[in-house]
């Protein structure tokens, strides 16, 4: 959430920042904001001048009843004031509950370093590791070609037992899996980050305070409960299913204030993740490259304003360490204006090659937010014992996400003879060097 005083002082900037972003559409909502606040400022005025008021009439009656003098004008006259007093504080609370909400629609500002563009087409790619890309001397599978054919994946019983998106894994599959969430969270571990295994329902002020609430409200799922059988407006008391990680350990410190030589904090933390992607039919929808569920190894770290971009480099290269020790060809890509998340102020995306598809796909973003959330979630440090209250920089990227590793995986550990070769790093925890 951005400081209003922020958007007060700069108007001009966060409508360009708007612009940038490709939502020309926003931009009234910042005059709407400016006048709500305008608004509020000279009722805060005139509420603390009433307040004042009353504080000194008050003085005033005390005395006169100690002298035993008629102060009967003087409190009806208070009466008056105190009616005034509680209609700006109720107007108050809801300009201010306006003036949150327009806030929390806003998207973060962007770094200055984060390109300008209208869309995906025009991100910027940083990095190239292609030295695994195979030139394949036969026709390579899909990974759902490869998955029935072994009998290691099963999106048929998975579409029958939940619905489509919701795969099954079977056997070596599963095995594989397991093991691939396990070299992830061993990896990070050695790299300092300390292990998280948090719940996969959150309350509603968890997802507010990482920006999923109230934009996205549409694109997670929620927990009914006895009583309640609908998903109308009202979600307050609701419990819902994460996303991500980033939800649940970005949480952890919410309402706290850290103590500046705590940071960098990293955290690692493996969940399911669960999104209803509504809207996003007829695209990507084969197999892994669009499920419901799907697991993932989620790095999370609060640091001070200035090292988060530091930190941004250094989380981006964790992440990278995954595919270079997996031996798959990827590359580093930077989000231009109009394809960056609203939460993030920069992002890269790690994208991984699908010989079947012939493209990369997403496995990681890796984002700095700034104190975009951290203002949400109240989240704040001392840098000593003296020193007031700083917002904390977070920053999260997934380390990785296994839906479509899988797929980059199985794709490009084929054999001609429709084996999978399991890659050296994964071999102590599968317990086997291939599949078929």
């Known amino acids: 959430m951005l400081d209003i005083k922020l958007v007060r002082e700069n108007p001009d900037k966060i409508k360009s920042a708007l612009l940038a972003r490709q939502l020309p559409n926003e931009l009234s909502k910042i005059d709407e904001l400016l006048a709500l606040d305008q608004r509020r400022r000279a009722l805060v005025s005139q509420s603390d001048s009433l307040k004042a008021k009353r504080n000194k009439v008050s003085d005033d009656i005390a005395r006169l009843k100690r002298n035993k003098e008629n102060a009967d004008a003087l409190i009806a006259e208070m009466k008056i004031v105190s009616d005034d007093i509680a209609a700006l504080d109720a107007e108050l609370r809801d300009l201010e509950a306006k003036q949150e909400e327009l806030l929390l629609h806003l998207p973060n500002l962007l770094h200055e370093s984060v390109p300008l563009g209208k869309d995906a087409s025009e991100n910027v790619v940083c990095k190239e590791v292609l030295r695994h890309q195979r030139d394949f001397d036969f026709k390579p599978k899909n990974h759902l070609e490869l998955g ?116 960098p904090i990293k955290y690692v933390a493996y969940s399911a993740c669960f999104r209803s992607e509504a809207g996003s039919y007829g695209k990507d929808v084969r197999g892994f490259l669009r499920v419901h569920q799907f697991n993932k190894v989620e790095l999370v770290k609060f640091a001070t304003p200035e090292t988060s971009y530091d930190e941004l480099e250094s989380l981006v290269a964790d992440a990278e360490s995954i595919l270079v020790a997996l031996g798959l060809p990827y590359r580093v890509v930077l989000l231009c204006s109009g394809d960056i998340g609203a939460n993030a102020a920069k992002c890269y995306d790690l994208e991984v090659w699908s010989p079947a598809e012939q493209r990369f796909l997403e496995v990681s973003s890796c984002s700095n937010f700034e104190d975009f959330q951290a203002r949400r979630a109240n989240i704040r440090f001392k840098r000593d014992e003296k020193s007031k209250p700083e917002f904390v920089h977070t920053l999260n990227g997934s380390g990785l996400a296994t839906s479509r590793l899988m797929v980059a995986l199985l794709e490009n550990y084929q054999t001609k003879d429709g084996k999978i070769i399991v890659p050296e790093v994964l071999r102590p925890y599968a317990r086997f060097d291939a599949i078929g």
Do not use: W
């Open 148 to 263: 029935k054919a072994l009998d290691i994946l099963d999106f048929e019983r998975g579409a029958k037992i939940t619905g489509a998106g919701f795969p099954v894994y079977k056997g070596k599959g599963a095995t594989l899996e397991r093991a691939l969430i396990n070299f992830m969270l061993d990896t990070h571990l050695a790299k300092g980050y300390e292990e998280i295994f948090p719940p996969f329902f959150v309350n509603r002020e968890s997802l507010r305070g990482t920006g999923q609430f109230p934009k996205f409200i549409g694109q997670v799922y929620r927990a009914s409960y006895e009583g309640q059988e609908t998903y109308e407006a009202d979600t307050v008391g609701r419990l819902f299913a994460i996303p991500t990680a980033e939800v649940p350990v970005t949480n952890l410190h919410r309402d706290e204030i850290l103590k500046g030589s705590q940071l």
